[in-house]
């Protein structure tokens, strides 16, 4: 079974800046699309960045302007570059990868991100 595998996570002050990468254990031929959802305390899961095989990436409206998603699809990798963070980002961040053929929807482990004030 493939899995996704996250790293970067950690504690940075207010204004700070963290990359997060994410990569399979195998090849996936056929994503549609890999992204970055989160989860902060007492919410659920949202979606922060999403990079589509093709097409327009789309940016959770609070991270617009602070955070960038960019990868290889075909490599099967996507990163999450984090600046100018705040305490509100503080949560975990949890890689994603939509395959196609057959349908299926991987998840990473999570990776945890604290933002100090």
């Known amino acids: 079974q493939v899995q996704l595998v996250e790293s970067g996570g950690g504690l940075v002050p207010a204004g700070g800046s963290l990359r997060l990468s994410c990569t399979t254990t195998?090849?996936?031929?056929?994503?549609?699309?890999m992204a970055w959802y989160r989860q902060t305390p007492g919410k659920q899961r949202e979606l922060v960045a999403r990079?589509?095989?093709?097409?327009?990436?789309k940016y959770a409206d609070s991270v617009k302007g602070r955070f960038t998603i960019s990868g290889d699809i075909a490599n099967n990798t996507v990163y999450l570059q984090m600046n100018s963070l705040k305490p509100g980002d503080t949560g975990v961040y949890y890689c994603?990868?939509?395959?196609?053929?057959?349908?299926?929807?991987?998840w990473g482990q999570g990776t945890q991100v604290t933002v100090s004030s």
């Open positions: 195998g090849p996936l031929f056929s994503i549609g699309y």
């Open positions: 994603n990868a939509d395959d196609l053929l057959p349908p299926y929807e991987y």
């Open positions: 990079l589509p095989n093709g097409g327009k990436i």
